[in-house]
């Protein structure tokens, strides 16, 4: 999607290590968000950002933290993976709050944790 | 807690039919709803939206209604495509930073 990078797209990791996913825009937005999509939950929210070192907590943050020390870089990282965060990983972000047409998400990232 | 859900998981239509995928949210204080489109492999693409001060909205093919009231929300599509296949989203905003709430989604399958 233009203007908005996730990587790595696909990661297999080992429960217990750590994993950090980027997002990264071009666009100066100042909001950004990490979501993850399972079967039966729709996209569910881990964490956003309103600023740069402005972070809060979504519905569901347990076993994730995140950073943003640019505008344009929101890092999710799971200090220690484990089984059941095994899931598409999305990155959005977003200029105006509350308006969905300048919500932009990335081409998201599987992670699969064995 | 707060959720929005879907009526139906799965919809298949003919091709050139219409289409209405319905969604049901409990927060009567939700000021701001969005549909998105998500294709296979894809993050989710904006289809649509509508502020709470209205109940309708018409785009290029599709139309969203929102009824308050019983506070229920669809989207149709008009002349439905083999291009429209894909997982249908819906999601509010309480407008608190930004956040949507979305819910599980609809599949939707054009037949040819």
């Known amino acids: 999607d233009a203007g908005i990078t996730q990587s790595p797209r696909h990661k297999v990791t080992e429960t217990g290590t750590p994993v950090t996913l980027r997002c990264h825009q071009t666009e100066n937005h100042r909001y950004m968000y990490w979501y993850r999509q399972d079967p039966g939950h729709g996209l569910r929210l881990i964490h956003y950002?309103?600023?740069?070192?402005?972070?809060d907590k979504g519905e569901v943050s347990d076993g994730y933290s995140v950073s943003r020390s640019k505008t344009e870089d929101f890092l999710l990282t799971l200090e220690s993976a484990t089984s059941s965060q095994t899931s598409v990983y999305f990155c959005a972000i977003s200029e105006l709050p509350g308006t969905g047409y300048g919500y932009t998400f990335g081409s998201g990232t599987r992670l699969t944790v064995v | 807690g707060e959720s929005v859900g879907l009526h139906l998981p799965t919809l298949s239509v003919q091709e050139g039919d219409n289409s209405i995928i319905n969604c049901a949210y409990s927060?009567?204080?939700?000021?701001?709803f969005i549909w998105y489109k998500q294709e296979s492999g894809k993050g989710p693409q904006f289809i649509i939206d509508?502020?709470?001060?209205?109940d309708k909205r018409q785009g290029q093919r599709v139309t969203v209604l929102l009824n308050k009231t019983v506070k229920h929300l669809s989207l149709q599509i008009a002349a439905t495509q083999p291009g429209d296949s894909a997982v249908y989203f819906c999601a509010e905003s309480f407008n608190q930073g930004g956040k949507l709430i979305f819910g599980q989604g609809t599949e939707l399958s054009v037949k040819p």
């Open positions: 927060n009567s204080a939700s000021d701001y």
């Open positions: 950002s309103y600023g740069v070192k402005d972070t």
């Open positions: 509508i502020r709470s001060n209205m």
